[in-house]
């Protein structure tokens, strides 16, 4: 993008510069309100008038992304919020992890069963309530 921003802005520059160098004639303005004239090179004046322009220009595209950097700003916000909550969280399943090891690991496992007792619990019957 930057390419075409060259492409297209330096010979553009390059013109006005030499229109503005061109006009040497003086120039006089009148500022209304206030009646004071003022008398300057029309090559001042191009120059000055397009600075002006510029500057203007870039003003306005930039307080025109501000509801865009607003919404940046929040979106940052809630992310840090969202990653402080996800470690809180992740410590907390952490530690179930380990107390679900800890009971394991303190659980006796039951003796198994003689071939004798097995032999004996499947010929018994069944009580019924």
Request: glycine content about 4%; charged content about 25%; overall charge positive.
């Amino acid at each position: 993008m930057s390419f075409f921003k060259m492409l297209i802005g330096l010979p553009l520059l390059i013109i006005i510069t030499v229109f503005a160098f061109v006009n040497n004639d003086f120039a006089t303005f009148n500022l209304w309100p206030f009646y004071i004239e003022i008398t300057v090179s029309l090559s001042v004046a191009i120059i000055f008038f397009i600075a002006f322009g510029f500057v203007l220009g870039e003003f306005f595209a930039w307080m025109s992304y501000a509801p865009l950097r607003k919404a940046l700003r929040q979106q940052k916000k809630q992310n840090k919020k969202l990653n402080k909550e996800q470690q809180k969280l992740v410590e907390q399943v952490s530690g179930l992890q380990e107390n679900i090891e800890t009971l394991k690991a303190e659980e006796k496992p039951a003796p198994k069963p003689s071939l004798k007792e097995r032999f004996k619990g499947l010929f018994q019957r069944k009580k019924k309530d």
